[in-house]
């Protein structure tokens, strides 16, 4: 993940990577130096040669924004450190996602949101502030829901996820475990899902009420999860007019021009086999969510429909590179 | 599927191979010699020395029960030839899986639908009989679900499937299409799934009336299909109450002790990331069904689980084998 | 390799796609409607909705050259037919590819051997011309050994190559072959890497005379040939000189700054792990080859390296569209 | 490895498992407790229920025979410890492969070297000994030469491998390095196969003089070392003669029927597209490696074939497994 956001920082027209900071492990190395395996072909040589730093607000130098991409079970103190030395933090990590003071934000489904960030400073006392972004199977999803919630309202989602092994990170995934096989359990992921799909959806205030059940998979593919979604609405909804709110779905990214926005949030596909994950997960420059077989069923009473996503760019680094250009753009940072 | 039947009757107590019928194409070669690729490894030498005969009544010798492996389209009008002309057919093919007169299979699930046959007999006049097993996809769902709906009555049932390469036969699927993808269609899948499984967990003379929901996905795995299912029943079940019922089913075919009946046709794992697609494809000989992540959701108020089964033996070839020995063993074919 | 053509050529800055031929059976319909699985994605609209010509001089319209995928089994007396009616052919398949008066071209490699056309008309009788490209493995070979072959001569060579599916072309290679498996069998492979290698190192008059050994093996990779290489050159090579030698090479394509000529036809990587297929099989748009572990052996007296290559691109469309422009350039064709 | 050494050894009818040893991180929980993922699943439950314990000989118990998969970074003083305590320790470890005094050993290949023992326990002053078993790729390849040494001489053996992740131990290699992918270096594996394979195919005081050079790449397959041979022998060969010698090929292990001795070490396969990874795998239980495409080439004025090989079987556990029963049957071990 932290690669992803140096790839998509590489050349950002915002934005400029001033330092990259790293477990006491690999302190006083170059970051090309540590990268193992397949890093570094896309990072710009400039951000390789950079040395790494301690995450630390005192020694990180003249910085103003924080993208971390910290495993869950240190983000937690950091990033709230740094967010109270009055940096401006968007967050990977699961740690503060369900704090009610922290927004968890999917750009084009809840920027309003936003407006948490007056109250997590005078709540929090923080000179910063810390935006987080939703799990990677989520923000895929929620982006194809938030159409659907605006015109028809959600009663019930239950989702099935194929996720692809690079959402779990380098090494991650042992060949021997995910060759020829499909894992169909991910810690943790499917609470998540479920938890974070509500607060999206919500307001500020208060989650949303939908019942959402997930069950998520493993499957052998390098990047991309598709996810199979059963819906109940609240108003009785057709394919016809699902495929038009999303065809038709854009809001504050698009309308502000975001750089990191897609001109299309969604697609939808009318072939009958798609997407599919290798050849769909690049739409959008990886922050597109491709949909597709967009049904009637009579078992639900409601539709059932296919999306596919860029786990690392929509569900990850894109999503959170967005949150943080919303944001300046609301004059909410600087 | 038609290896796999030869690989399953190569050493059957009860059954020998005597011919083996294809196509024109092949005719005057011998079986062996048509094999391509991975074909053959597994099969007897004497079997594969087999010259091939046309499917015809009348040449193909000294036969009493024909299994077929043909596909739809040509398989209607060949299977109805041969149970006319007094032979015991027990077919693989969906051509006459929802004819009101042909019992659809799955023997651990409705062997009492065998008494179909003697309204089969009466009703085509046919001196054999035909027997359909159903889709691999269903095979392996409604072993799963027969012990729940009997303890607790199915209200709806929603299925995701992650389906292995070697359901699609062979060439099947090109490696172009599969490797690193997943590809979310596989065509007439779900409507089978939703079909099929009515009839079979219905009784003799009416199909169930279960809600169910299909979504059919290829993933590259090369054999065994996992599907994750969520279940709403009519009379509240708890997982523990949901186990017990799985880990103590068993019925005819195990009464019986029929030589392709698995000891167990259904295993719970309790660790939390099983089973897994290659660690379990093959228990019970194939035969065997396993399940596991037996949980509750509030938000389906019901339980979920994942299940998986060898579609080559369970969701096909080995399934229309013990069928065959249901109905030896209760002499309605000799 | 049609659909590679099509990508490349899609925005060519001198070439223009005015007609897409096809076999009888598609005639009729548009290019895009054939396009089974895959196909379309990165191909142009404008090219996709071409309805399909037949592969006649008559019929196929206002176009100067023809750029063949055709399979080796019907592309003889097409392109002969072609070239014989005044159109620039350049061709994909082994048909002509060791006619004595067609050339047989890697760009980079042999760009004098253009000088065969004059040859080739006066012999032929043709008003046109055909100029082959090789077959993939051996484009990828003697690009990484033309610089090894000037500065030290070629005394023998030994090839195990590991190639993707692609190769194979479309449906190919059946995912139940490949996946999980290495196939060490790749049909005339070998004898074409043996032949062809010593026509390119050639003069345009004769044969170089270099020991050519190949193996040839299918692995479970979608796109990018890699291939171990055992060199036992005339005057003693080191590894350092032999790298140089690679870094340093360029050539006609180069020189003239062709649209499609990479920069750098060959890169040397000095990490001890690579070239790898999938992170560099993309190198130069796909027209640059990548070596590295260039390192001496004793037991041969001599070197061995790795070397990876698009075989698409460098292997196939992107050769043949290099030798069209080297031809334009050089007024040998208009 | 570890795993496959106690799947084999579960019900050998020789052997039993009387201790699991380990680590300090692992001590005191059951061997069961300590597996991940993959494990367990045809491990006797007997077995995994064994407390695991120090790999010290004053506390291991009741033990006669050893056999070490420890890391070749801690194997060296720890087997050697138990030698001299008097354990009959054999290795899979690289630690005491080139040890003069330490037999290296492919049971069928090299049987005599045996006699070293009588040697190593002069000279090292060991109450046991210690017998290595050579890395996997040697192995085979070495397995598959000795028929073709023993009738031809060997002048010049080129190797170029095609190794499953299997090879690489647990976690090993991470899925994000291997899927579509070729890694073409495989630490310290082409010095290992150099020198074992001259210690292996020299006498017990000599190596061989065999110029062996090898290439070794990793391709994404589960398990199975596939290798392309080239090879000048000192006396002429044909293809014919070479498969003859090969196919006639046995030697001691079959000769005193040793329990794990596969009745034919070396199959030969006729067909153009054998041996194959996923289809020949386990033939002889793994002990067997199948060859294929025996075939002179002009260019090496010498042979090529292809040999394959399960590396977890033939190429460690297994192979360890019958050099011990070797030394027992000839009572130089009790």
Redesign the interface.
């Known amino acids: 993940m932290g690669q992803t956001f140096l790839r998509l920082l590489a050349h950002h027209p915002w934005f400029q990577v001033a330092a990259v900071a790293a477990s006491d492990r690999s302190l006083g190395r170059n970051y090309g130096e540590t990268l193992s395996?397949?890093g570094g072909?896309q990072i710009d040589s400039r951000i390789l040669d950079l040395d790494l730093v301690e995450p630390n607000p005192k020694t990180v130098g003249d910085v103003d924004i924080v993208f971390s991409a910290l495993p869950a079970d240190v983000a937690g103190p950091i990033e709230e450190n740094f967010a109270r030395e009055g940096f401006a933090v968007f967050s990977n990590a699961s740690s503060h996602r369900m704090d009610p003071n922290v927004p968890l934000m999917n750009p084009e489904v809840n920027a309003e949101h936003t407006k948490l960030i007056e109250q997590q400073r005078r709540v929090k006392k923080w000179d910063g502030c810390l935006v987080a972004n939703p799990n990677c199977t989520t923000a895929i999803l929620t982006l194809s829901l938030k159409p659907l919630q605006d015109k028809f309202g959600l009663e019930?989602v239950?989702v099935?996820s194929?996720q692809s092994?690079?959402g779990a990170g380098?090494?991650?995934?042992?060949?021997?475990?995910?060759?020829?096989?499909?894992?169909?359990?991910i810690k943790g992921e499917e609470e998540k899902v479920?938890r974070e799909t509500n607060k999206i959806l919500g307001t500020m205030d208060q989650p949303a009420r939908i019942?959402?059940?997930a069950?998520c998979?493993r499957?052998?593919?390098?990047n991309g999860h598709?996810e199979?979604v059963?819906v109940k609405s609240e108003s009785r909804m057709g394919p016809d007019e699902a495929i038009d709110a999303m065809r038709n779905f854009g809001s504050a990214p698009q309308e502000l021009k975001l750089p990191t926005a897609p001109d299309h949030p969604i697609i939808v596909r009318q072939e009958?086999?798609?997407?599919?994950?290798?050849?769909d997960v690049d739409q959008g420059r990886g922050m597109t969510v491709t949909t597709?077989?967009v049904r009637y069923?009579?078992?639900?009473d409601g539709l059932?429909y296919?999306v596919l996503g860029n786990n690392l760019v929509r569900g990850g680094a894109g999503c959170s590179i967005l949150n943080a250009e919303l944001l300046l753009s609301e004059k909410l940072i600087r």
Chains 1, 2, 3, 4 share one sequence.
Do not use: C
Not at 171 to 182: A, H, K, R, T
Not at 272 to 279: A, G, I, V
């Open positions: 395996g397949q072909n019930r239950i099935s194929m092994v690079s380098y090494p991650g995934v042992s060949s021997l475990d995910i060759m020829q096989n499909v894992i169909p359990f479920q019942a959402v059940s069950s998979h499957v052998p593919t390098i598709l199979a059963f009958e086999d798609r997407p599919q994950t290798r050849l597709g077989r069923d009579d078992a639900l059932k296919i």
